[in-house]
């Protein structure tokens, strides 16, 4: 078996990318304006920014799948114009995307050569290809093996490897090392230096700044659609680019007096959580919620957030641990083996992070989702029958209060846009006078006026006892709202911050991971 | 959108359905050299009464099955197996009434529970293996109407009594039988008392649906069952509770003709209709009225076929062609309509929240 | 909405243990053989092994075997077929009339056409305009019986021998008869001697009487197997029932593979009408698929969607069919004896990996079925009928938790899904 081992690539400038002026807009956003970016070959340059920066955007413009508004983008000294990412494909940049784009039924041979069968066909030559490639870049790929056994690093190099043989030269990671544990991202450098000494240039998306600084020979910062900095990792620490990230606005801190009580309403001890294939997804969770206090959880998306509401609403079971709830009617309870219906009678509201798929009926009309999770109890339902009458008073009793935006309350909520979609299951789990509200992104895509809006009924509804387990990107809202702030990294709680006192470089480093030294 | 133009889309689909079958159902009879024009004659002709009458009892009939159907396809559960639980309900009634051991009309109530009975616990089997198991309720239920077949056929064998050349359960008794109505005058036939089941049915699977909490589950768990899940059904339960009614109301499709007018059961048991009750409901998109009228049209055809061989020497099984048809045109219609549907009321909520207040700076999800 | 049952549990398995498990299998395979043997030797249903059931079956076997390949056709590319029984109809209308017209072989390529008709109209519905797969299979087969029941009066009703719902009889396909193999295999089966007997039965139904058509249906299951393993478009159409998403992301045309599994999955259909129609029977009959349609999916699911086991799942499924026919009260009872066999067969197993209750629940199932060998002499006919439903029903009942079906499955693709 001869490996076939390319020369290094030497391109006709010294610029592998360059981004001039690059805007994008959406109807009703501005992704991306004013981007400058020069790429040089054969580095490594990493692309930083909080989600929702505009990187994303940037990136699918970068791959073809985008076509910008404004701007040129340069490659190898040529002007050229993507319609399709074959075209990106044809000069040789590559992208691996964040969500795997892989068959898991498939071998590693058969999602590499798949819509690529001319260049090596699908039997041994391929397999000798892929090999070579595995061999030569460190990989440890076997093309008979199913992707369904790979580990979640090892689909990323098969990921990477399907570029490769594709002939990129430019490849992007998009998040590369947001699903993957220390022992893999080390294994993964390892793999990005390689390439880089074959020639090959980088562009390393992510917003673990630790990470960033280890591995990047540039790094540009990107915020709120635009780029701000421009730097070299050893001009910088990660506390400076955190600053960078987040601006260094400081979200002022609630000034009212703590509506904290001493009565603890619900209480974790020791929750650990495995997906399907067995994998941890939380680790240990312990904390406690007063009534009347709101414990506001931080971190970036895919540390185990949503696996930690799941949870606690039941629509997960814990492999061990306990959950308890202490309500005026029940007393002291364990619910830890409650069904979600009972949860929800107990007192539990929930606001889902994917209102689509777990808040909303689209298809019916408004007055109608009213009922939705309130199936048990009034004003939506009277026994065993549904309660049209109160269901709609109700319905319009929201409408109003949240300032959803509809023509009626027959609308079918599909028809409402995302944020009004997100006010009304806001204040549909309000209603009922919960006693415990597990808030997930509750402001997420709802305008300004509307999200202050939102804060004072929860306030409001804090005052009267109500606790609330509130999860949030939005650093505004989870400092303004919250008593206290934990932090969820890689499954498990790390830190334990004040609102009134933290700063955003602590908060920032906690959900990234970066080191505590300054 | 208005009421008007709500309507004209709920009706597009259906009229675009129709007139795609008669473009089908033409060429057809084109190629085989039939007479085309006298097709056209005999189906547009208005029925006598005595016709008339009879669309009436079909429809009902059809409506039930149709009904039976549509409780399962509102929560994706394909119930095939209507035909074996209508068969098997109807020959268990029939045998239960036969033997007579209630007076009068209790033997009449008690038989048309025993046929619900046992429709649900045909239909219980096919929604167990589907919740325990997760065996396709599709394969379950034409399996088991397979099987309920050779059972009736085992079943008459043993308990049947002979009639001239036919095996049928014992004649139900005088007591027990329910007459008839009276339509019009002048025709033969008349409308069976327990077609007015259809209407009973219908009007609980209205309120069923609509108003109660449990049929608010099961539109949920239909419509999304990750919505459904997390406001706390428990899809397993639902899934064989839907089953359960389901059958049960199929049970009373071979009812309302056994005891006006055959009073026993045997091979003069009308079949196919369990077939036919599938399409009606997914022609009437699953709701109590639209069935109605899917059950009136059917049966409008069906009759009307009969005729075709008589006068005009063609085969009925046009009719059947041009049935399927309609069928498949109208779900293809359905779903088209539906997309465009959805993007026009998207349109159209925001142009009007534009016309009635000044919309403040709406961000939309972050693009990230 | 998918026909399978939901299996996202079984564990997937190197190419390593897909041997080791393979091998098993044959194993399984000839232990039953052996205990199938064992129960005619005690039984003295001779019927149970004998050449002529085995042909019986192997005819039987192959239109449910077209059908569940049709299925896999489909299913691989994510399409749901139940109109296969539709399409099979259409298959042996079209093999009544081509065939009584022009020839064998042109019996077979109009009973393949019509068949692809009828997949023609669910690839429409499906791949062009998104219909549910389910609902839109419903609409075929009750097309399909209505096309069918007219064209077979329109066509047949003059015809001698025909009538308005059968053609006069086809021509037969040529029979494969190898005598100087099949006669000495003949006379080692009239010795009924336990094991050698029933294998020269085995051999004399491959060497007697063996119709080309049965030949033509196997070397189709072989090929099927190697164009979707062993080249690029079997690849391609793979892809688009296991992750359409990473297809169209690598360039693939979704649309156009699932278009194309739904016309051969319909062809094939038809062609396991023209194996009804020609080989089973002597000629076209109204109601003549019974099932077989649907039994043939079962066939697929029961062999998690590759050739090889769905051809094993269509010959357990023929072989219930068969019986019957063959002293079928007897032969069926015999049957029995052999459930209780395989149910103390596993039981054993259960104890040995120490799943206590298991092996109890087995061990009562069986005795229950001794018991029911015991106490009676035959079956009534109308049971024995039922035997391949309730062997589909307890097959899909019990094998659910080991199967795997494409992961992209029955899932309505629009383009643009893709990230």
């Given amino acids: 078996m001869t490996a076939v081992v390319d020369p290094p690539v030497a391109p006709a400038s010294g610029q592998a990318i360059e981004l001039t002026g690059i805007g994008k807009r959406f109807p009703g956003v501005i992704a991306n304006h004013d981007i400058d970016i020069t790429i040089h070959s054969g580095t490594i340059h990493a692309l930083v920014g909080e989600n929702g920066a505009g990187k994303s955007t940037l990136m699918k413009i970068l791959y073809g799948v985008q076509k910008p508004d404004d701007g040129t983008i340069t490659v190898n000294g040529e002007q050229v114009t993507f319609s399709t990412p074959a075209d990106a494909i044809a000069e040789g940049i590559g992208m691996v995307f964040q969500h795997f784009m892989l068959a898991d039924n498939f071998t590693v041979l058969e999602n590499v050569t798949l819509g690529a069968e001319k260049l090596h066909g699908i039997g041994d030559a391929a397999r000798q290809e892929i090999l070579s490639i595995s061999e030569k870049y460190g990989f440890g790929l076997d093309p008979d093996e199913l992707v369904e056994t790979l580990g979640v690093g090892e689909r990323q190099r098969v990921e990477i490897l399907k570029v490769l043989y594709r002939g990129a030269k430019i490849i992007i990671l998009d998040e590369p090392t947001a699903v ?26 992510s917003h673990k700044l630790d990470e960033v600084l280890a591995i990047a020979d540039d790094i540009t910062v990107v915020r709120r659609g635009t780029t701000v900095a421009s730097v070299k990792p050893s001009d910088v620490t990660s506390h400076q680019l955190a600053e960078l990230m987040v601006g260094s606005e400081l979200p002022s801190p609630s000034t009212e007096d703590s509506t904290v009580t001493d009565r603890v309403l619900l209480s974790v001890r020791g929750i650990d959580v495995q997906d399907a294939a067995g994998r941890p997804e939380l680790t240990d969770i312990s904390f406690d919620i007063h009534a009347g206090e709101i414990l506001g959880i931080a971190g970036v998306e895919g540390n185990g957030q949503a696996e930690l509401v799941e949870t606690l609403i039941g629509m997960r079971h814990p492999i061990s641990g306990s959950v308890r709830l202490r309500t005026s009617q029940h007393g002291d309870k364990d619910i830890t083996g409650w069904s979600t219906r009972e949860r929800r009678e107990a007192g539990i509201g929930y606001i889902p992070e994917d209102r689509q798929r777990h808040g909303l009926l689209l298809d019916s009309p408004i007055w109608e989702n009213r009922i939705l999770g309130h199936q048990t109890r009034p004003p939506a339902v009277k026994g065993a029958w549904l309660d049209v009458r109160g269901a709609r008073a109700d319905s319009e009793r929201i409408v109003e209060q949240y300032d959803v935006r509809t023509p009626g309350i027959d609308t079918t909520a599909r028809a409402l846009s995302g944020g009004n979609q997100q006010k009304f299951v806001v204040g549909r789990e309000m209603s009922g006078e919960p006693i415990l509200l597990m808030a997930s992104h509750p402001t997420r895509g709802v305008d300004v006026g509307a999200q202050a809006q939102i804060w004072d009924h929860i306030k409001n509804a804090r005052r009267e006892g109500l606790a609330v387990l509130l999860i949030s990107a939005d650093l505004d809202e989870l400092i303004g709202l919250s008593d206290s702030i934990r932090v969820l990294l890689r499954g498990r709680l790390v830190g334990d911050f004040d609102p009134r006192t933290v700063t955003p470089q602590q908060l920032g480093s906690a959900m990234t991971g970066a080191g505590d030294d300054a | 959108m208005s009421l008007v133009r709500r309507a004209a889309m709920g009706l597009a689909a259906p009229v675009l359905a129709f007139l795609v079958a008669g473009v089908v159902a033409s060429v057809v009879l084109l190629i085989s050299g039939d007479d085309v024009g006298a097709f056209w004659d005999v189906m547009f002709s208005m ?222 048991f009308q079949t196919g209709l369990g077939f036919t009750g599938i399409a009606v409901a997914l022609l009437g998109r699953n709701n109590p009225v639209g069935i109605a009228f899917g059950a009136l049209v059917f049966a409008f055809l069906t009759e009307q076929a009969t005729l075709l061989n008589i006068l005009a020497g063609i085969s009925p099984d046009i009719v059947k062609v041009t049935q399927g048809v309609i069928l498949m045109a109208v779900v293809i219609a359905y779903e088209v309509v539906r997309r465009y549907r959805v993007r026009l009321e998207q349109a159209s909520v925001a142009e009007r929240l534009a016309e009635s207040r000044p919309a403040p700076e709406q961000p939309k999800e972050p693009a990230t | 909405m998918s026909v399978a049952p939901e299996t996202a549990s079984a564990p997937i398995e190197t190419p390593e243990e897909y041997h080791h498990r393979r091998n098993r299998v044959l194993l399984y395979i000839f232990a039953g053989f052996v205990l199938l043997s ?54 042996t209308i079209g093999a009544g009339y081509f065939a009584f017209h022009y020839g064998v072989v042109a019996g077979v390529l109009g009973a393949a056409l019509f068949g692809l008709l009828g997949g023609a109209l669910h690839a429409l519905a499906t791949v062009v305009f998104g219909v549910d797969h389910i609902v839109s299979g419903v609409a075929v087969n009750i097309i399909a019986l209505g096309v069918s029941g007219f064209l077979a009066e329109a066509w047949f009703s003059g015809l001698e021998g025909g009538g308005p719902t059968q053609s006069p009889p086809l021509p037969e396909p040529f029979k494969i008869n190898i005598p100087f193999i099949s006669e000495p295999a003949n006379a080692l089966e009239e010795k009924h001697w336990f094991l050698i007997s029933d294998l020269a039965s ?40 296991e992750s359409p998403a990473a297809a169209e992301s690598l360039g693939v045309n979704v649309y156009r593979y699932k278009f194309i599994a739904v016309l051969v999955s319909g062809a094939l259909a038809g062609f396991g009408g023209a194996l009804l129609a020609m080989v089973s029977s002597s000629g076209f009959q109204v109601g003549q698929t019974n099932g077989r349609g649907y039994i043939g999916l079962a066939a697929m699911i029961f062999g998690n969607w590759r050739p090889t086991g769905m051809f094993m799942g269509s010959a357990l499924f023929g072989f219930t069919q068969a019986l019957p026919f063959r002293e079928g009260t007897v032969s069926v009872h015999a049957l029995l004896l052999l459930v209780a066999a395989i149910l103390f067969a596993v039981a054993l197993v259960q104890l040995l990996r120490r799943r206590r209750a298991h092996a109890l629940g087995a061990l009562v199932f069986g005795l229950v079925f001794l018991g029911w060998y015991l106490t009676t002499e035959i079956i009534a006919r109308e049971f024995t009928t039922m035997a391949p439903y309730i062997a589909v029903l307890l097959v899909l009942a019990f094998a659910s938790q080991r199967l795997r079906m494409p992961a992209a499955d029955g899932q309505v693709y629009r383009k643009g899904s893709a990230g």
């Fill in chain 1, 180 to 205: 993957l544990v220390p022992q893999e991202v080390d294994a993964l450098f390892e793999n990005l230096r390689q390439l880089k000494d074959q020639g090959h240039t980088l562009i390393f998306i």
């Fill in chain 2, 47 to 268: 029925p006598k009464h005595r016709n008339i009458v009879s669309i009436l009892n079909t429809s009902a009939v059809l409506y039930l099955s149709g009904v039976a159907a549509a409780i399962g396809f509102r929560m994706n559960l394909f119930n095939i197996g209507v035909e074996g639980q209508y068969q098997l309900a109807g020959l268990a009634a029939g045998a239960f009434a036969g033997e007579a051991w209630l007076p009068g009309p209790f033997n009449t109530v008690g038989a048309i529970v025993v046929a619900m009975i046992t429709g649900a616990l045909w239909a219980g089997i096919a929604g167990i293996l589907r919740a325990t198991r997760g065996v396709s309720e599709v394969i379950s239920t034409i399996m088991l109407n397979a099987i309920a077949g050779s059972l009736i056929a085992y079943c008459i064998l043993q308990i049947g009594v002979d009639t001239g050349n036919a095996r049928n359960t014992k004649q139900i008794p005088e007591g027990a039988r329910v007459g008839t109505i009276e339509v019009f005058g002048d025709s033969p036939t008349q409308l069976f008392g327990l077609s007015l089941l259809a209407i009973v049915v219908g009007i609980a699977f209205w309120v069923l649906l609509n108003r109660t909490r449990f049929g608010f589950d099961l539109r949920a768990s239909g419509a999304s069952e990750t919505a459904a899940v997390a406001s706390g059904v428990n899809v397993k339960r639902m899934v064989v509770i839907a089953m359960l009614m389901s059958g049960a109301v199929a049970g009373l499709v071979g009812l309302p003709v056994m005891f006006s007018d055959s009073f026993s059961y045997g091979s003069s």
């Fill in chain 3, 38 to 91: 064992a129960v005619r030797v005690v039984s003295g249903a001779e019927q149970l092994t004998s050449s002529g059931t085995l042909a019986v079956t192997l005819t039987a076997t192959m239109p449910i075997a077209m059908a569940g390949l049709g299925g896999l056709w489909a299913e691989r590319a994510g399409i749901v077929n139940i109109g296969l029984e539709g399409m099979m109809i259409m298959g």
């Fill in chain 3, 202 to 241: 085995v051999v004399e139904m491959f060497t007697k009487d063996l119709s080309s058509l049965v030949v033509l249906g196997l070397l189709l299951i072989v090929g099927t197997w190697w164009a979707l393993w062993r080249t690029t478009f079997g690849l391609r159409l793979r892809s688009c029932g």
